[in-house]
């Protein structure tokens, strides 16, 4: 009974981080489903709102993602996450606020702020929660996050933005009346604030796999990474295409709207369906994969990446030039499929080669390379371009074009690459101590305030 407890426990903690994981998506997603009233109530071009989807979110978050990936490797994980999201939800709540682009870009600033913690704090107490054996399973759930809070997103966004359009400017807080795009900001970003409380219920756990018994204490991960850059550039190559291939969803909206003369709760429904049912399907190929494609192998995770961009890229490419909407709901459902495999792969594979000390930055310096391409740039160049060719409607070009320009060499690079990729991942787990999660049942050393 002591031992399932434990065991329970652990699964429980990775069952609450997705849900936070979850919640980051809902929250940063939103904004898409707002895209063509936000532009009518501003004055707005695509390009501005590129701006607001990706790069307003994106900089404070490559800013300070890495400091923040320290400070976690260096102090309680669980805490920082309590404040993040204390963060992101009141950034998400004050955006209902705004009336012109420069306080909503602000806003959305904050919101990457919040946010950044997240990724870096979780994964690296998952990692330090299960041993090398279990560690792929239990991040690959986790995983799962960024397909279930989009899909949350989308599907019941989409609901929420149709109803609250359909019922009109309401009076709230006595501070006047608010439009349905602001209502749907203080919707989705109150409630929130109840995983912070979550949170404490969460004990920190002690950190495993330390080089520093033979490296010393304050060996630096990005100086550790440099060292190794064919091993550690071949997964985070992979994890950046991957995340490229996200920027999409941003714009399935206008896309469907535009070009199918679909309405928002048409398109949300169908996108976060896909979320709900393609992800997971995406995660359970994943799990399958670390099992068939990585028995006996250390580069099972990065083999599990490879098969997702293999799926996503070809379908992401197709889907957004299809003639009709039904051919392209389908090679989105596929590309889906795709992404979410490769989503779970990332994650695990960077994990199995990195000491259990630079957890927390070694994600963080992930997060920021892969923002760069994804998030940070794609959405306000595919603005620029759809301005550029303009006509709203081609969009759909834009898109298509961007994920070649990002993914054919890409590809290229990671297949070429993945020998460096084993190389390292075989010399990590016979040099590293073994001091990985402890036996079911046993209790779990806290290392930091609680």
């Not at 895209?35 to 707005?44: F, N, Q, S, T, Y």
């Not at 960077?350 to 994804?374: H, K």
Request: positive net charge; contains cysteine.
């Amino acid at each position: 009974m002591e031992q399932r407890a434990g065991a329970l426990y652990r699964w429980y903690v990775v069952v609450l981080l997705l849900l936070v994981f979850v919640l980051s998506y809902f929250d940063r997603y939103i904004l898409s489903l707002l895209v063509e009233p936000i532009k009518h109530a501003m004055g707005l071009s695509d390009f501005q709102m590129g701006l607001l989807m990706g790069p307003a979110f994106s900089t404070f978050n490559v800013l300070v993602t890495i400091p923040l990936g320290l400070l976690a490797d260096r102090t309680s994980r669980k805490w920082l996450l309590i404040v993040g999201i204390v963060i992101w939800c009141m950034m998400t709540t004050m955006s209902g606020f705004a009336m012109t682009f420069l306080p909503l870009l602000f806003f959305r600033f904050g919101l990457g702020l919040g946010e950044a913690v997240v990724s870096p704090c979780s994964v690296s107490m998952i990692s330090d929660y299960f041993n090398r054996k279990e560690r792929a399973r239990a991040i690959s759930l986790y995983m799962a996050g960024p397909y279930l809070g989009a899909g949350l997103a989308f599907l019941l966004g989409g609901y929420l933005v149709s109803a609250l359009h359909d019922s009109g400017p309401m009076e709230l807080f006595g501070l006047g009346s608010f439009q349905p795009w602001q209502l749907a900001f203080f919707f989705v970003g109150i409630p929130g604030l109840i995983f912070a409380a979550l949170m404490l219920t969460v004990r920190e756990p002690a950190r495993t796999e330390r080089l520093a018994a033979r490296e010393g204490p304050q060996i630096g991960a990005l100086r550790y990474m440099l060292h190794r850059w064919r091993g550690f550039g071949v997964v985070t190559l992979g994890a950046t295409c991957n995340f490229a291939m996200s920027t999409l969803a941003l714009w399935n909206v206008p896309l469907f709207q535009r070009v199918y003369g679909w309405s928002v709760a048409e398109i949300g429904a169908v996108t976060g369906l896909f979320y709900f049912t393609a992800g997971p399907i995406g995660t359970a190929l994943a799990l399958w994969a670390s099992k068939a494609l990585g028995k006996g192998k250390e580069d099972g995770a990065m083999r599990v990446l490879i098969l997702g961009l293999f799926i996503t890229v070809p379908m992401s490419a197709l889907y957004p030039v299809m003639p009709t909407a039904s051919l392209a709901v389908a090679a989105m459902f596929l590309a889906f499929i795709g992404k979410s495999a490769a989503t779970a792969g990332g994650p695990a594979a960077l994990q199995q080669i990195t000491p259990g000390e630079m957890r927390s930055r070694s994600v963080a310096i992930f997060n920021t390379v892969i923002s760069l391409v994804g998030p940070l740039l794609g959405p306000p160049l595919i603005g620029a371009a759809t301005d550029w060719m303009g006509t709203p409607k081609a969009i759909g070009v834009a898109l298509s074009g961007f994920v070649l320009i990002v993914s054919i060499p890409s590809l290229l690079f990671v297949c070429l690459g993945l020998k460096h990729y084993r190389a390292l991942a075989q010399e990590m787990a016979g040099t590293l101590r073994d001091d990985a999660a402890p036996p079911d049942g046993e209790e779990l050393t806290a290392t930091a305030t609680a």
